[in-house]
């Protein structure tokens, strides 16, 4: 008889955590297709400013910073903050290894008040926030500071592209996407599950997420469960609350930056435009 040769089990870890606690395992997941994104924010700073010297960019929510050390490999100036002390220390570690320290700036702030005595620059040409991550901010009241904070650091005629997902309250259906990511030794998928809000008058707008990621590193394996909520908006709700900031919405497009009609549910990007005529205010310090 044939011996049977069998492998050792890989050792399986099941925890619950925070999907962002691990900025390596987030940058893993999350580098593919960034250098497709940084080439259609180029494309609309392009199209919407008009050609010229390199751009003066901010990206609130930046995470590991992928897309600002991107954007400072092309010869831009980049600025960009987040919550989480950890994802800036990383963001900022990767800026140096990729030598883009000099153009690409990371600092830790909040997304309602980022711009309180903030010393990191002049007024900026174009701030960016794709993929949702307005929507982590829980309320109205949290978006519309967020709105504003920004408009006094945009310059006069700058704009913001922000990706969004709408609802369609009573119209849809739970979806699911599926992510993976590998690299520095890590294998990454993330499924994850999202249940519309319910909506409509003292209903709730927060859509829950639910996520199962599973990360493979040096025969371990590592899985990860998270659920967190995303603050929900049909189109009529995110038109009338830009309305009560300084912003206006200059343009509809999609992901590639190509003309896009919102209708019903699904991703768009919004690009809100500070007016020529409004007052611009340089960050202090």
């Known amino acids: 008889m044939a011996r049977v040769s069998r492998k050792k089990p890989e050792p399986v870890e099941a925890v619950e955590a925070d999907f962002y606690a691990d900025p390596l395992v987030y940058d893993v997941l999350h580098k593919p297709g960034t ?23 901010l990206e609130p929510g930046c995470g590991t910073g992928r897309y600002c050390i991107a954007l400072a490999a092309k010869g831009e100036r980049c600025w960009g903050f ?9 963001a900022r570690s990767a800026a ?4 883009a320290a000099r153009r690409a700036t990371f600092f830790t702030a909040d997304m309602r008040t980022f711009d309180r005595g903030w010393a990191h620059g002049p007024v ?19 978006v519309k500071d967020h709105l504003c904070a920004v408009s006094r650091v945009l310059r006069p ?14 119209h849809e259906a739970p ?15 993330q499924v994850v599950q999202y249940l519309p809000a319910p909506g409509g008058k003292g209903r709730g707008r927060a859509e829950q997420v639910i996520s199962h990621m599973v990360v493979k590193r040096k025969g371990e394996t590592r899985h990860v469960d998270s659920a967190y909520s995303l603050h929900a908006f049909d189109l009529a709700q995110w038109t009338r609350l830009v309305g ?12 590639e930056g190509g003309p896009a009609t ?18 611009a205010r340089a960050p202090s310090g």
């Open 244 to 255: 009560q900031t300084p912003l206006r919405i200059e343009a509809v497009t999609d992901g």
């Open 175 to 189: 979806t699911e996407d599926v992510w993976q990511g590998r690299g520095r030794g890590l294998s990454v998928t």
């Open 82 to 90: 987040d919550l989480r002390p950890e994802m800036v220390e990383f």
């Open 35 to 57: 250098t497709g994104d940084v080439a259609a924010l180029r494309r609309m700073a392009r199209r919407f400013l008009g050609a010229g010297e390199a751009r003066r960019w």
């Open 96 to 99: 140096r290894d990729a030598g």
């Open 157 to 170: 005629g700058g704009v913001y592209i922000v990706g969004l997902s709408l609802s369609d309250y009573g």
């Open 124 to 142: 900026v040409d174009v701030a960016f926030n794709l993929i949702n991550t307005l929507r982590h901010l829980s309320s109205d009241a949290a």
């Open 262 to 279: 919102p209708a019903g549910a699904g991703y768009c990007v919004f690009v809100l435009r500070k007016p020529v005529g409004a007052t």
